[in-house]
């Protein structure tokens, strides 16, 4: 084995310093939710369905895949063994749970859920002349 160099260990505590640092992960099955936290104590959860690669799989997770996630690549993604699935860290805390174009199909089909609030809301919005049309904005200069 290599031995590591003092140039080497310092450029890897550098880039370490760079990107947020994860300290612990667990999931947590009664709400199907992701919990991970950062060094310096920040914290996020987010849902399993909104994370891309979870929902690419062949099969559906059990709940106990699920809950065996480890912290890896020194603290900056996220490893499920059974699954042999990876996760970025630091794609989380800038809300990159999937590629720009699963982040637009995920909005385009919330947008299509349908409820009664949203029912109501859209019949009172009819009663009142529709949606408003937008208008050319007109130049500042005229």
Same mark, same amino acid.
């Given at each position: 084995?290599?031995?590591?160099?003092?140039a080497e260990m *310092?450029?890897?505590?550098?880039?370490? @310093? !760079?990107?947020?640092?994860?300290? =612990?992960?667990?999931?947590?099955?009664?709400? /199907?939710?992701?919990?991970?936290?950062?060094?310096?104590?920040?914290?996020?959860?987010?849902?399993?369905?909104?994370?891309?690669?979870?929902?690419?799989?062949?099969? *559906?997770?059990?709940?106990?895949?699920? @809950? !065996?996630?480890?912290?890896?690549? =020194?603290?900056?993604?996220?490893?499920?063994? /059974?699954?042999?699935?990876?996760?970025?860290?630091?794609?989380?805390?800038?809300?990159?749970?999937?590629?720009?174009?699963w982040m637009r199909?995920?909005?385009?089909?919330?947008?299509?859920?349908?409820?009664? @609030?949203?029912?109501?809301?859209?019949?009172?919005?009819?009663?009142?002349?529709?949606?408003?049309?937008?208008?050319?904005?007109?130049?500042?200069?005229?």
């Amino acid at each position: 084995m290599a031995k590591i160099t003092a140039a080497e260990m *310092a450029a890897a505590r550098k880039r370490g @310093a !760079e990107e947020p640092t994860i300290v =612990a992960a667990r999931f947590i099955r009664s709400t /199907r939710t992701l919990e991970v936290t950062f060094v310096y104590g920040v914290k996020i959860a987010v849902p399993i369905a909104l994370l891309q690669d979870f929902s690419m799989l062949e099969h *559906a997770p059990t709940l106990a895949e699920l @809950a !065996e996630v480890e912290v890896s690549g =020194a603290g900056t993604s996220l490893y499920w063994p /059974r699954l042999d699935l990876g996760l970025w860290g630091p794609g989380l805390l800038q809300g990159i749970f999937g590629t720009k174009g699963w982040m637009r199909e995920l909005a385009r089909g919330m947008g299509a859920i349908k409820s009664p @609030a949203k029912a109501a809301a859209s019949r009172e919005n009819g009663r009142k002349g529709g949606r408003p049309r937008k208008h050319a904005a007109t130049p500042a200069h005229a």
